[in-house]
Nanobody, 127 residues
Framework: QVQLVESGGGLVQAGDSLRLSCAATKDTFSLYLIGWFRQAPGKEREFVAI????????DYRDSVRGRFTISRDSARSTVYLQMNSLNPEDTAVYYC????????????????????WGQGTQVTVSS
């Protein structure tokens, strides 16, 4: 089992950057792939990015590819989501989530396949 705590959200202007953090339980961190999801008001939760246990595999949804970067610091048991060139469409509650089983490509995109979730952090981008 792993516990996840997100931080780093806030209110920014279009074009600004934010870095979200997902701090995980130290003892079990290495066992899990970690993904970021987001949910805007009135919309379904959607996949944003994922990193494998060894950080070799990463993937992004097309709308954030090239602007967002997911990274993993095993020494700190933390996964980061660096978000650059933010736009109002990025406004949402961002969640990190963990899964223990292997996935690749679209197989990683389903929220139902993640077993542990953080409480979320709000990101608001004004135009």
């Amino acid at each position: 089992q792993v516990q996840l705590v997100e931080s780093g959200g806030g209110l920014v202007q279009a074009g600004d950057s934010l870095r979200l953090s997902c701090a995980a339980t130290k003892d079990t961190f290495s066992l899990y792939l970690i993904g970021w999801f987001r949910q805007a008001p009135g919309k379904e939760r959607e996949f944003v990015a994922i990193t494998s246990q060894d950080a070799v595999y990463t993937d992004y949804r097309d709308s954030v590819r090239g602007r967002f970067t997911i990274s993993r610091d095993s020494a700190r048991s933390t996964v980061y989501l660096q978000m650059n060139s933010l736009n109002p469409e990025d406004t949402a509650v961002y969640y990190c989530a963990a899964r223990g089983n292997y996935c690749y490509g679209y197989g990683c995109w389903g929220a139902d396949s993640y077993h542990f979730w953080g409480q979320g952090t709000q990101v608001t981008v004004s135009s």
